[in-house]
């Protein structure tokens, strides 16, 4: 059984910084190309950046510059390190695992960036 579990988020102030982390447990983590999805409120989910297994990284638009996706292997652990959030940033933050067909998903964690 392969769980994600994130952490690292919370509020923070406009322009602030916070770090996510998503630990994988039950599976080859290496193997997994991992992403960060966000969902804010009233609005679909979207794929906020992305590292496949042994590629380069992927990064949206909006937080490109801002964000760095990066993982280490040996901690089976997948990071988000965010700056100069704004508020626009605000929402739930989910991690995600993939390989071939097979996806998993983490709960979710707050993020949430106001004055």
């Known amino acids: 059984q392969v769980q994600l579990v994130e952490s690292g988020g919370g509020s923070v102030q406009p322009g602030g910084s916070l770090r996510l982390s998503c630990v994988v447990s039950?599976?080859?983590?290496?193997?997994?190309?991992m992403s960060w999805y966000r969902q804010a409120p009233g609005k679909e989910r979207e794929l906020v950046s992305a590292?496949?297994?042994?590629?380069?990284?992927y990064y949206a638009g909006s937080v490109k510059g801002r964000f760095t996706i990066s993982r280490d292997n040996d901690k089976n652990t997948v990071y988000l390190q965010m700056n100069d959030l704004k508020p626009v940033d605000t929402g739930v933050y989910y991690c995600?695992?993939?390989?071939?067909?097979?996806?998993?998903w983490g709960q979710g964690i707050q993020v949430t960036v106001s004055p």
């Open positions: 995600k695992a993939a390989r071939i067909q097979l996806q998993y």
């Open positions: 039950g599976g080859t983590f290496s193997s997994y190309g």
């Open positions: 590292l496949p297994s042994g590629g380069n990284p």
